[in-house]
């Protein structure tokens, strides 16, 4: 059952490094203050899917890595 977990946790991972580097690259948070940073931009259509997707997959992660944990 471990090695079922671990598994899961894996292929989520290497799902959730994808979906983030398909999102939008000048979105979120600019530490050294861009100019259009200041611009506010509300997500639609496919942008929006992919960010909600991006959240369920993080949660399923986190569960998953608990739900491991919690059987060794």
């Known amino acids: 059952m471990h090695i079922a ?3 899961v946790q894996m292929v989520l ?3 959730l490094i994808g979906v983030i580097l ?3 690259r000048g979105s979120g948070f ?3 203050g861009s100019a ?3 611009i506010y931009r ?3 259509g496919f942008e929006r899917t992919l960010f909600q ?3 369920v997959l993080a949660v399923f992660w986190v569960l998953v ?3 491991s944990a919690l059987t060794f």
């Open 5 to 7: 977990f671990q598994i």
């Open 13 to 15: 991972a290497i799902v």
């Open 22 to 24: 398909l999102q939008t």
């Open 30 to 32: 600019s530490a050294f």
């Open 36 to 38: 259009d940073s200041s």
């Open 42 to 44: 509300t997500r639609r």
């Open 53 to 55: 997707f991006t959240i």
């Open 65 to 67: 890595s608990i739900g």
